[in-house]
């Protein structure tokens, strides 16, 4: 059987990724040119896809650079900010040989780097022994090894607004002081909370205020979106008209994982002709091997909360949410309860805010809670 294009996790080339072009092409020009990026989207918009393409162009042409990548969002401290750092960097930079070795252990006075051998390959391979107490030193031991290694390095630290969780001062003056002093290595911030990230990069009170290029990462287009869908469903032996798939595409606003669980089904499925009725039957399928998961998080919220999401669901998009008419549609209480219930909804994720006023995040739990 040949394998599902339409990829739900992780990246595997090109070939499986969708347009992004323009996207690519400006982020690399930015970092090429010593400009750092703050990548902000809701979740599951593709940031994560996008950064692997982007480092995969990279490689492909600057063969002698070097791209990181670190999803920090299990961390809870400039210590284990620094741990999955130097992790994911040290001793990365190259085979490590003897010269990579001696480098290493010359550099890092703060921690030890021990090598064992590959249990697969039998290749030396190298292992972090972190000093807690250290981790301010061990961070500038980084900053130095990257340095000095006089390679062009580009490392994207994913859901960089933890950082702002951290209990620890001064984090965001720390991190910034050794950037900017490292002209050979570029930074791709990205982060989905960006209330957050818009205040950690916007304001002018923290010290990354305006020290990046923003990029606001929305929806693939639809045409492209339909290029790419058609061509692997016509391999599957698939058609799928541009009626079909523009009802999908505006049913999910366009919403990249969303888009790819449906397509993924849809592949799956393989009909010669793909009809509405098939998307329908993908998506209630879909929601319902998910609603019992949705009814659990209904059970946990208070009724205000419960009440205001089902009724945000309902409504797709609401630009005045303590309107009058809004609040009586619904029978909601009263203005300050739903601004407490949007606290909640918002700080959990499950409401999002946009341009056009507020929605629910998830677009399968959106649909099935139109059905209640």
Same mark, same amino acid.
């Given at each position: ?44 918009? +593709? ?35 620094? #741990? ?67 390679? @062009? ?24 002081? /050794? ?11 990205? +982060? ?32 492209? /979106?339909?290029?790419?869908? #058609? ?5 599957? +032996? ?36 793909? @009809? ?18 949705? #009814? ?61 006023? /507020? ?14």
């Amino acid at each position: 059987m040949s394998k599902n294009p339409f990829l739900l996790y992780g990246y595997d080339g090109p070939e499986y990724f969708c347009d992004r072009e323009s996207e690519t092409k400006r982020i690399i020009s930015a970092l090429r040119n010593g400009r750092n990026i703050t990548l902000l989207s809701p979740r599951r918009m +593709g940031k994560t896809g996008l950064i692997s393409h982007v480092f995969d162009t990279i490689q492909k042409k600057e063969k002698d650079s070097a791209c990181f990548y670190i999803d920090i969002f299990p961390t809870k401290s400039l210590e284990h900010f620094v #741990q999955a750092l130097g992790k994911a960097i040290v001793g990365k930079m190259d085979s490590f040989g003897k010269k990579t070795a001696k480098t290493a252990f010359t550099l890092f006075k703060s921690f030890r780097v021990v090598l064992s051998a590959d249990p697969v390959l039998g290749t030396p391979q190298p292992s972090i022994e972190f000093a807690p107490q250290e981790t301010k030193n061990t961070l500038a031991e980084i900053f130095s090894y990257l340095k000095e290694s006089k390679r @062009e390095c580009y490392i994207a630290i994913d859901e960089f607004q933890q950082i702002a969780e951290y209990k620890d001062d001064g984090v965001e003056a720390l991190l910034r002081s /050794y950037i900017q002093f490292c002209p050979n290595v570029h930074f791709i911030f990205s +982060g989905s909370k960006q209330h957050l990230m818009t205040e950690i990069f916007g304001s002018a009170s923290h010290p990354f205020y305006r020290s990046t290029e923003i990029f606001n990462l929305t929806a693939i287009p639809k045409e492209s /979106y339909f290029d790419f869908a #058609q061509k692997w469903l016509k391999q599957a +032996g698939c058609n799928c008209s541009q009626e079909v798939f523009d009802s999908l595409y505006e049913k999910l606003e366009g919403h990249t994982w969303y888009m790819q669980r449906v397509l993924n089904a849809l592949y799956e499925l393989a009909p010669k002709s793909i @009809e509405i009725s098939h998307v329908e039957q993908s998506i209630a399928q879909i929601v319902d091997s998910e609603k019992e998961i949705y #009814q659990r998080l209904l059970d946990s919220m208070t009724n205000n909360q419960s009440q205001l999401l089902i009724a945000v669901a309902k409504e797709g998009v609401v630009g005045a949410i303590n309107s009058s008419a809004f609040i009586h549609k619904y029978r909601l209480k009263n203005a300050s309860s739903i601004s407490r219930a949007l606290e909640m909804l918002m700080s959990h994720e499950f409401v999002t805010k946009n341009a056009n006023g /507020y929605s629910v995040y998830d677009r399968f739990m959106a649909l099935y809670l139109k059905t209640l």
